[in-house]
């Protein structure tokens, strides 16, 4: 989504290099100007809800294909557990990556929106199924002025296939954020329900409340 949304702020098809000149990730933006119509800033984070953040995309995936990701990207990073388990019962109590719990982390962005504040949900099942609807509606919630053409561009031109080909090409990126395992891939399936795949009885069961509060909350959707 990053890629995609500074491909229709910028007018030009972004790679790691330049992506955060359009997007800049939470704490990395203090330099960064507005780029939106309206003169403000559309910046990424993985943080737990803040009051200080404004209008707000908030993408969320089923946790547990979230878990078999994230143990991917860490992995990259040479950050290494002896088993699923393991990572899960760290992952479950917050004690990965410093932004907190899944469940809380959802839980805190889904109370600010009952409380006002203006966050379009936006649901990674229900936009690999449509990217071209929940981009344009996405667009339009950030003020962002898109036709069909250029949301179907910037779709196609940040596709997994023209990622992973983005990626091949940055190794010099890559290496200078100290992503180190070259047997990992940045770029993952990109799909929903790996997870039945990978994750054993054990696993799922840790996960349980987790994946209970996403089936309710796609139910609400």
């Not at 779709?155 to 200078?176: H, T």
């Not at 993952?188 to 840790?206: I, M, N, T």
């Amino acid at each position: 989504m990053k890629f995609v949304f500074a491909s229709l702020i910028s007018g030009r098809n972004v790679n790691f290099a330049n992506a955060d000149e359009e997007i800049p990730t939470v704490g990395d933006h203090g330099r960064s100007t507005g780029k939106l119509p309206h003169g403000g800033r559309f910046l990424k984070t993985h943080e737990p809800y803040w009051r200080e953040y404004g209008r707000s995309i908030y993408l969320l995936r089923d946790p547990r294909d979230v878990a078999i990701s994230y143990r991917r990207y860490l992995e990259g990073f040479q950050v290494k557990f002896d088993s699923m388990d393991e990572f899960l019962d760290q992952f479950q109590r917050g004690r990965v990556g410093g932004y907190g719990s899944w469940l809380d982390h959802v839980n805190g962005w889904f109370n600010a929106k009952s409380q006002g504040t203006p966050i379009l949900p936006l649901f990674y099942e229900e936009l690999v199924a449509d990217p071209q609807r929940h981009v344009t509606e996405a667009a339009s919630f950030v003020g962002i002025e898109v036709t069909d053409s250029t949301v179907a561009d910037a779709i196609e031109g940040n596709s997994v296939d023209r990622m992973r080909k983005k990626e091949s090409d940055s190794a010099s990126y890559f290496a200078n954020s100290g992503w180190s395992n070259s047997s990992v891939s940045f770029i993952g399936k990109a799909d929903s329900g790996g997870w039945k795949e990978q994750l054993s009885a054990s696993s799922l069961e840790r996960l349980k409340p987790a994946c209970e509060r996403y089936a309710e909350l796609l139910a609400e959707n």
